[in-house]
């Protein structure tokens, strides 16, 4: 009897003694599972935009459903860790949809949204660990769109009727009226309802879209505190607020691809540095007036304007270079050093950015 006891009473010490270790197996498997996700997201942030990757035409290629990403760092981590461990690590990044956004009012845009799904899938010992993320991701279309890149500079002298300025080799301006199918989609198809003050409002002159945004923050605080790192804001996408209060940047370097719209608040740029390699817009959608103060002509970033119903006030600059859409503008075109024109806001061109405020993420551990 007691000889009995004691098989029942080892076995069941062997028994928990097995699930415990399994339990620890799995639970360390999903670590490792989730680190690696973490490392194949970085992957296609870092080469979404660079055209050298293989990430780069995954998500613009409608062939490329799927991808085996890089997980080196992780496989390398695993190794140095758990050097005797039998471990296997599987990860795959597959498009789930991809479509042109609704409703956009830009002929043949590039503009495109979908979603993202990364598995990781890890066997480490005998225990097992899953990881599901999906992001929602946008193919930004960064170009100035038609018919707005046949010019560096567009000016509502009069209601409906535009004058648009192309700059040429020698630094002089060629000064003509937008024809009148231009105006067309100025003024009829790109078309816009927004609540000002308190009622709904009917504007014109932008191709807006709330597709088109990436990220919406309450205040421009928010904005601030969200896209702060490290005391440079960086900002990637279309950004949308409706704060009422003027929003001030000053003295901070900004880096980023993207537009920053404000709903008809001012917006003061007063003597940012841009960092090599930005292409950012700065718009108002009704109203107002964008400042931009100590823009110096070494400042490398490329700027685009948009106030089809505002002002562009330029204090103590020289040789902004990009686009400008506006009703009204201190800039005048008889200087040759007001504006340069930038090429490349001309050309078709897209950029990839993948949200980090929309995910759905779900993790398991075992069979």
């Not at 992001?135 to 567009?154: A, C, E, H, M, T």
């Not at 003597?271 to 070494?298: C, E, M, V, W």
């Amino acid at each position: 009897m007691i000889l009995l006891l004691y098989f029942v009473f080892s076995g069941r010490m062997i028994s928990e003694m097995n699930f415990v270790k399994l339990s620890v197996e799995d639970e360390i498997a999903l670590q490792i599972a989730e680190g690696c996700t973490e490392e194949v997201v970085l992957h296609l942030r870092e080469g979404a935009n660079s055209p050298a990757s293989p990430y780069y035409m995954f998500f613009r290629d409608p062939k490329l459903s799927t991808i085996k990403p890089n997980i080196d760092y992780s496989l390398r981590m695993v190794e140095e860790h758990y050097p005797d461990a039998n471990t296997t690590l599987e990860a795959q990044a597959g498009i789930i949809d991809l479509q042109p956004l609704k409703n956009d009012p830009v002929r043949q845009s590039l503009d495109r949204g979908g979603h993202v799904l990364i598995e990781s899938k890890v066997k480490f010992g005998k225990g097992h660990g899953n990881t599901r993320i999906v992001k929602q991701f946008r193919v930004q279309d960064i170009s100035v769109p038609p018919p707005l890149n046949g010019y560096d500079l567009i000016s509502q002298q009069i209601r409906n009727t535009y004058v648009g300025f192309v700059k040429k080799k020698d630094g002089s301006f060629v000064i003509r009226k937008l024809s009148g199918s231009e105006i067309n989609i100025l003024n009829n198809v790109w078309r816009y309802n927004l609540i000002v003050k308190g009622k709904p409002k009917q504007l014109y002159g932008y191709p807006y879209s709330k597709e088109r945004i990436s990220y919406v923050f309450p205040t421009w605080q928010d904005m601030k505190d969200y896209l702060r790192e490290d005391n440079v804001l960086i900002a990637y996408g279309d950004v949308y607020c409706p704060d009422s209060l003027t929003l001030r940047l000053a003295d901070i370097p900004v880096y980023g691809v993207g537009r920053i719209f404000s709903h008809d608040s001012n917006m003061i740029l007063d003597g940012i540095r841009f960092t090599a390699g930005s292409i950012l817009g700065f718009g108002i959608l009704s109203g107002g007036a964008l400042t931009i103060n100590h823009f110096s002509r070494q400042n490398p970033a490329v700027l685009s304007v948009f106030l089809p119903s505002g002002k562009l006030i330029t204090r103590g600059s020289s040789g902004l270079r990009g686009f400008a859409l506006v009703q009204d503008s201190d800039i005048r075109p008889d200087d040759p050093d007001c504006l340069d024109s930038d090429p490349s806001l001309k050309q078709s061109r897209t950029f990839v950015t993948i949200s980090g405020q929309t995910e759905t993420w779900k993790s398991s551990s075992g069979f």
